[in-house]
C-alpha cells in the first residue's frame, strides 16, 4: 500500500513536471524558438562544479577493537574528485551533472562500507582494529537533475541533488565527509511573496555517507523562511520521514542484548527492527543585527517537537531547542549556545538523521547520533578571519538529558567536553588549504547496560585533518 502511493507521487511529480514544460513550449515561447541561442550555447554558458580535495586524517580512540586488542590509531589518505557541470538556462531548462569519485591511498581505518556508524561494527574483517574514517571508496553519479524556471520567482528541480536548509541541522549534504549525502526526489523553491522563501520537496531516495542508498520509503519537505533583514530571518518547517530503516535501529533505541543475538532496548523491545518513520516540526529565529557598522550582535532561537510518523515506533518522542547569542567586532565573533536533544525518560533521544550532524556537538563526531538518554551541549565559539587567514575555536560540556547507567555501577550524566580549533588559509580564489583538530575527553563512563558492561562508551578520542583544496 506504502509502494503504491509513493508511486503516485512520483506520478504526480513528473506530471506536473511534463505539464509545465508543454506549457512553456507554448506562443509565448515562439520567439526564443526562433533566435540563434542553442542548447549548445547554454553548456557553453553554463557553470563547472569541478573540485578536487586531498585529505589526510588522524585517529586517536582510547579502547579495544571488537577482537578485543587495543583499538589502533586510524591514519587515512583519500581524495575525492567531483566533476560536472550546470548549463545556463534553455526554454526555461536547466540540465546539471555531477560525477563523484573517492580514492584511497592510506588505507589503515575502517570506512563504515556496511552501511553503520557504530565504532564497534565493521563488515571490514581485515580493518576490524582500526579506528573509524568514514570515507569509503566511492564512484557514482553525485548530482544529476533538471532546473525548470519558466514561472517566475520559482524554480523546479527534479533528479539526484544536494541539499541544504538553514544551519543544515536537519536537512544537510554532510560535505565534510568525502563521499557526500544526497536526495533523488523533486523540489520546488517560491520566491513569489516579498521576502519570503517556501521550499518544500518530495524525496524518494537518501545515499548516506556510507554509500548506503536507502529507498524504503519518503522525505517530504516544507520549510518556509521569512527574512526579517538580509542577515535576520524566521524560518518554520516539517520533515516528515516514511524511511523504516535508515540504519539506526540499535543507535536509536539502544543496544542492550536480548535473547538468541538480537538486540534489545531497556523495555525488550527489538531494537534493530524498529520502525524509524518520524516527523519533525519547528520554528527558527536566526540572525546577526547591525547595531553599528561595526558592532552586529548574534542570536539563535529555535525549537522543535519530534514524534512517530508513518508506522513509526512509538518510543519515538522528544523535543529540541537551541538557544545562545553573542557579539562581533569586525571580523571576531563570539558567542555563547545551549543546544538540547531531549530523552523520552531514557527511552529515546531526539535524532537530527538527514542533518549535518558533523557540525553539532563536536566535529569528533562521538555524537552523529542521540543516545537514547539525550543530550545537553553548552558551548562557546570564536571565530577570527584576518587576510586570507580564518581561524576558529570551540569548547562543549556535553551532558546527557536523563541519567544515564555507568560502567562500574551508579548513574551519571557527564558524557564529557570536547574543544576543536581551525585554521583555513584561501592561498588564490581556487585553493584553499585547512588544519583542524578535535579532542573528546570522556567524563562519567556511558553503558548501555547496567554493570560492568562497557558496551556504548563514549571514550577519550582526538582527530587531526590536513586537506587541500582545488575548485574550478
Not at 554509500?211 to 518554520?236: C, F, H, M, Q
Not at 518522542?317 to 531514557?346: I, M, P, T, V
Request: charged share 20%; hydrophobic share 35%; glycine share 10%.
Amino acid at each position: 500500500m506504502q509502494s503504491n502511493s509513493r508511486f503516485t507521487m512520483r506520478q504526480v511529480c513528473y506530471g506536473s513536471l511534463l505539464g509545465l514544460a508543454l506549457a512553456s513550449a507554448g506562443p509565448a515561447q515562439a520567439e526564443e524558438v526562433l533566435s540563434d541561442y542553442t542548447f549548445m550555447d547554454a553548456v557553453k554558458a553554463g557553470k563547472n562544479l569541478t573540485s578536487f580535495r586531498l585529505r589526510y586524517e588522524h585517529v586517536e580512540q582510547d579502547g579495544n577493537a571488537p577482537s578485543g586488542r587495543p583499538l589502533k590509531d586510524a591514519n587515512g589518505v583519500t581524495l575525492r574528485s567531483l566533476v560536472g557541470w550546470q548549463t545556463a538556462p534553455y526554454r526555461n531548462f536547466s540540465v546539471t551533472g555531477q560525477i563523484i569519485d573517492v580514492s584511497k591511498f592510506q588505507d589503515d581505518f575502517n570506512d563504515s562500507t556496511n552501511g553503520t556508524l557504530i565504532n564497534s561494527i565493521s563488515n571490514q574483517p581485515g580493518k576490524l582494529d582500526y579506528a573509524k574514517i568514514v570515507d569509503p571508496d566511492d564512484t557514482d553519479i553525485n548530482q544529476l537533475y533538471v532546473d525548470w524556471t519558466g514561472i517566475k520567482n520559482n524554480r523546479l528541480r527534479i533528479g539526484r541533488q544536494q541539499i541544504n536548509l538553514d544551519n543544515v541541522r536537519f536537512i544537510g549534504d554532510i560535505a565534510f565527509r568525502q563521499v557526500m549525502q544526497v536526495f533523488d526526489g523533486v523540489t520546488l523553491l517560491n520566491k513569489s511573496l516579498p521576502n519570503t522563501e517556501i521550499y518544500v520537496g518530495h524525496i524518494e531516495r537518501v545515499k548516506q555517507i556510507t554509500t548506503k542508498l536507502r529507498s524504503d520509503g519518503a522525505l517530504e519537505i516544507v520549510n518556509l523562511k521569512y527574512r526579517i533583514s538580509p542577515t535576520e530571518s524566521l524560518t518554520g518547517y516539517g520533515y516528515f520521514s516514511s524511511f523504516d530503516d535508515l540504519g539506526f535501529g540499535r543507535a536509536w533505541f539502544g543496544n542492550a542484548a536480548g535473547t538468541g543475538g538480537i538486540a534489545a532496548g531497556k523495555n525488550g523491545n527489538i531494537n534493530q527492527e524498529a520502525d524509524q518513520g518520524h516527523k519533525t516540526l519547528g520554528v527558527r529565529l536566526d540572525g546577526a543585527h547591525a547595531f553599528t557598522p561595526d558592532w552586529k550582535g548574534l542570536y539563535t532561537v529555535e525549537y522543535a517537537k519530534q514524534t512517530d510518523y508513518s508506522g513509526g515506533d512509538s518510543r519515538i518522542d522528544a523535543h529540541y531547542y537551541k538557544l545562545g547569542g553573542g557579539a562581533a567586532y569586525g571580523n571576531f565573533s563570539l558567542r555563547a549556545d545551549q543546544e538540547l536533544l531531549s530523552s523520552n525518560n531514557g527511552r529515546y533521544g531526539f535524532q537530527t538523521p538527514f542533518g549535518t550532524n558533523h557540525l553539532f556537538q563536536g566535529w569528533v563526531d562521538k555524537f552523529l547520533t542521540t543516545p537514547p538518554e539525550g543530550i545537553q551541549d553548552t558551548f562557546i565559539t570564536a571565530t577570527y578571519k584576518i587576510g586570507d587567514f580564518q581561524f576558529f575555536a570551540d569548547y562543549h560540556v556535553i551532558k546527557s538529558d536523563d541519567r544515564f547507567n555507568t560502567v562500574g555501577g551508579g548513574f551519571g550524566d557527564q558524557y564529557g567536553t570536547e574543544w576543536n580549533a581551525a585554521v583555513t588559509y584561501h592561498v588564490n580564489a581556487h585553493l584553499m588549504t585547512k588544519l583542524e583538530y578535535g579532542k573528546y575527553s570522556e567524563k562519567d563512563q556511558y553503558t548501555a547496560l547496567p554493570g560492568n558492561n562497557a558496551a556504548g562508551r563514549v571514550r577519550d578520542t582526538e582527530k587531526l585533518w590536513l586537506t587541500m583544496m582545488y575548485t574550478f
